[in-house]
């Protein structure tokens, strides 16, 4: 199993920027991806965005598209998410994802290894 260790979680006003990143130890198929979710208070977790590993091509949900990225660094295992334009709707702790053999589901079942999270607080 990957072990997965996030970073640069914190408290931003709405408007700026913020930069998560992701570090991966262990091994990540060629079928796999790496992803960012999110649960807010007393919400479900939900697929921000995701890389396949091969290849590179990247899904977003709608909520995403348009201000947030997701550069990877497959020499290093790492996996960022780069928040743009962010809103006090994006105020969640932000978790990393593994999937081994990834289909675009894009849902938390799809994913095999997941990191400890790290709150993202955004205030107006």
């Known amino acids: 199993q990957v072990q997965l260790r996030e970073s640069g979680g914190g408290l931003v006003q709405a408007g700026s920027s913020l930069r998560l990143s992701c570090a991966a130890s262990g091994h990540i198929f060629s079928t796999g991806a790496m992803g960012w979710f999110r649960q807010a208070p007393g919400g479900e977790r939900q697929f921000v965005a995701g890389?396949?590993?091969?290849?590179?091509?990247?899904h977003y949900a709608d909520s995403a598209k348009g201000r947030f990225t997701i550069p990877r660094d497959n020499a290093q295992n790492t996996v960022d998410l780069q928040m743009d334009s962010r809103s006090p709707g994006d105020t969640a702790v932000y978790y990393c994802?593994?999937?081994?053999?990834?289909?675009?589901?894009?849902?938390?079942?799809?994913?095999?290894?997941w990191g400890q999270g790290t709150q993202v607080t955004v205030s107006s």
């Open positions: 890389i396949r590993w091969t290849g590179g091509g990247t």
């Open positions: 994802a593994v999937a081994t053999y990834y289909g675009g589901r894009n849902s938390a079942d799809e994913f095999d290894s």
